[in-house]
């Protein structure tokens, strides 16, 4: 009878198992970040005799970010929403406790800027900056980056300057150096510690917040640009450019023995590439008083990879990992899984294909050996092409964009038994889904849960058949607008002097041959709903 009369909060969660006096939550939190920044840019221009155009510039950066974080959780409040309804009394797991975070890091920055272009054909610039960052050591606080860049346009030669044909001719490269902290804080570098809401006796506890490496200091990218722009007949617009990006001294997290406390430590322990090539292409096909059509293309081809990793091959995130994070000679971004020979008839789970062209039941436990990388997870081939219809008062823009190269593992987030019967069945997933020993050329495994090994690996790793090109080409945007004639205007709405209307569609429509969810986000939450606008503008 007693337990009938407490309030119904009470009856509900872990407070039916304690005393009136410690029953009832209390928790708050405040949370205060100040963010102070300061720009400053000083820059001379000046033509000289008309043909020396030189630019100078000088810039200085300042940036302070202050955090002052505050929780405290009590218990024994009853239905009081106070902090001094609080059971100070408590003891063992229910004592109240306090919490606080206070960090300040600053970054400052002192640059300058150098650029000269000789009778618009000749360009030069140069740049350089040097920043200091709080969160390193003061012996590597720091550190440097610059850029110098040329640049070539032939055609305002005076030979060239009145030709039909090739109306301009652009070339430039350029090269740069910078450093990054990618992921690193105060813990990183130094020994950063913090009470503990633990305590030994009457002693409080001071934890480490991170195993830190004092050794560490920014990684460096090497960047190398270069490019051509050709225009011809006024009208044709070719445009190509090549990068490389080499990143030296990689921050990575790499594992460390458990019995240390900690599973990983961020060093300087790789060399990244990223390189890639660029097309574009612009057309006027039509340019009349009435019509006006512009079309427009372009692609676009990356590629990374880890070059190397200093004292190793792969790096895993624990112990545990099959999967490595990375792997010398592979790019950064692989989806990593076994070679699957398909639905094994007689046990209903894949046949993997292993090292030395051996087999392995997915029952059987999987090891290092026996993953392989499967593709891509980010296309390496990306690109858009469109075009611009002008008729008179009417303007229509197409847009598609399209990827290529990538692959997605499947989400086979279908219903299997009565514990996901809310989800969604696949078409055509009972005809392709094992249900007894003798069903051959099956697509899903089975639905009885016969073996746990095999169960679990299905559901850490991909496999060859359980991912699928993300190719797709998308019709990204439509757009069509109506400019009413200044004329009608005047005769019928004199007080309107401007009037547009416009109608916009996103994410229409996408055609691809990845059948299992969305190819872009590989899950079906994630997909980009269409989007429709419509738009009255109105001048007076």
Do not use: C
Not at 234 to 259: C, F, G, H, K, M
Not at 410 to 433: I, L, P
Not at 517 to 530: F, H, I, K, V
């Amino acid at each position: 009878m007693r337990r009938n009369s407490l309030p119904l909060y009470f009856l509900f969660g872990n407070d039916k198992w304690y005393s009136e006096l410690k029953r009832g939550i209390f928790a708050k939190s405040k949370n205060t970040t100040t963010n102070i920044s300061t720009n400053i840019r000083a820059t001379y221009n000046h033509v000289f005799a008309g043909r020396h155009d030189l630019t100078l510039g000088a810039n200085m950066d300042y940036y302070l970010t202050q955090l002052d974080n505050v929780s405290i959780t009590g218990y024994g409040v009853g239905t009081i929403n106070s902090a001094a309804a609080i059971n100070h009394s408590i003891q063992g797991t229910r004592q109240a406790e306090v919490g606080a975070l206070k960090d300040k890091n600053a970054q400052l920055g002192l640059g300058a800027v150098l650029g000269y272009t000789f009778d618009n054909i000749y360009d030069f610039y140069a740049t350089y900056k040097a920043d200091a960052s709080s969160i390193l050591p003061s012996d590597k606080r720091w550190n440097s980056a610059w850029a110098v860049g040329i640049g070539w346009t032939p055609s305002y030669y005076s030979f060239l300057a009145d030709n039909t044909v090739l109306t301009r001719l652009n070339l430039k490269a350029s090269y740069g150096y910078t450093a990054n902290l990618n992921g690193v804080s105060v813990s990183s570098t130094v020994a950063t510690f913090a009470y503990s809401n633990n305590a030994y006796e009457d002693q409080r506890v001071l934890e480490l917040m991170g195993l830190y490496n004092k050794d560490l200091k920014p990684e460096q990218t090497k960047s190398i640009d270069a490019g051509v722009s050709i225009e011809l007949f006024n009208r044709v617009t070719l445009e190509t450019s090549w990068y490389n990006r080499r990143t030296e001294q990689a921050l990575l997290d790499v594992p460390i023995p458990s019995s240390t406390g900690y599973t990983t430590l961020k060093r300087n322990i790789g060399i990244l590439e990223n390189r890639g090539i660029e097309f574009g292409l612009k057309a006027k096909v039509l340019d009349t008083r009435d019509w006006i059509l512009n079309l427009r293309w372009n692609m676009a081809y990356n590629r990374n990879k880890v070059i190397d990793l200093y004292y190793a091959d792969k790096i895993y995130a624990s112990e545990d990992v099959l999967v490595p994070d990375y792997e010398v000679g592979k790019s950064y971004d692989m989806i990593y899984g076994p070679q699957s020979l398909g639905i094994n008839p007689l046990t209903g789970y894949p046949v993997f294909l292993v090292k030395d062209n051996k087999e392995k039941q997915a029952s059987e436990t999987l090891t290092v050996d026996d993953v392989v990388a499967l593709g891509h997870s980010t296309p390496p081939y990306t690109g858009s092409f469109g075009l611009s219809l002008s008729y008179k008062a009417f303007d229509l823009d197409v847009d598609f964009y399209y990827v290529h190269g990538g692959i997605h593992q499947f989400n086979y987030s279908y219903v299997r038994d009565k514990d996901n019967v809310n989800r969604n069945a696949v078409a055509g997933q009972t005809e392709r889904m094992w249900f007894k020993a003798g069903d051959e050329g099956k697509v899903y495994p089975t639905p009885f849960y016969t073996s746990a090994t095999a169960e679990e690996n299905l559901t850490l790793y991909p496999n060859s058949l359980t991912v699928g090109k993300s190719d797709y080409l998308k019709l990204s945007m439509i757009s069509l607008r109506y400019r009413v004639d200044q004329r009608f205007l005047r005769k019928t709405i004199p007080f309107v002097k401007y009037a547009t209307f416009a109608f916009q569609g996103s994410n229409l429509f996408t055609w691809t041959s990845y059948k299992e969810s969305d190819p872009e986000s590989g899950t079906l939450a994630g997909s980009m709903q269409p989007i429709y606008t419509f738009n009255m503008n109105l001048t007076f």
